[in-house]
Nanobody, 125 residues
Framework: QVQLVESGGGSVQAGESLGLSCTAS????????MGWFRQTPGSDREFVAL????????IYRDSVKGRFTISRDNTKNTASLQMNSLKPEDTAVYYC??????????????????WGQGTQVTVSS
């Protein structure tokens, strides 16, 4: 089993930056795809970004391209999401996810076996 714990959420003003971290325990996630989803009340969880096991490939949802950067450190069993130029519409609970195999349906929450508990990000205008 893999346990994921997010940290780094908080409240910021529009245009500011925030970094999220995800620490995995239980086993090495060096061969797992890692990613981030987010969810607002009354809405489904939506894909934000993913990074392949080697870090060679990253994918972002269109609305965060150029503002968010996903990274990982397999030696520390961690993944991160740096969020710049934040907008009020980025307000959500952010979840770290991991799975040993993710196919072309990477935008679907069901593709990911392991989830963190979530961390709140609030962006005020």
């Amino acid at each position: 089993q893999v346990q994921l714990v997010e940290s780094g959420g908080g409240s910021v003003q529009a245009g500011e930056s925030l970094g999220l971290s995800c620490t995995a325990s239980g086993r090495s996630i060096s061969t797992y795809t890692m990613g981030w989803f987010r969810q607002t009340p009354g809405s489904d969880r939506e894909f934000v970004a993913l990074i392949t096991w080697s870090g060679a490939r990253t994918i972002y949802r269109d609305s965060v391209k150029g503002r968010f950067t996903i990274s990982r450190d397999n030696t520390k069993n961690t993944a991160s999401l740096q969020m710049n130029s934040l907008k009020p519409e980025d307000t959500a609970v952010y979840y770290c996810v991991a799975d040993p195999f993710v196919n072309n349906d990477y935008r679907l929450p069901d593709e990911y076996e392991f989830w963190g508990q979530g961390t709140q990000v609030t962006v005020s205008s």
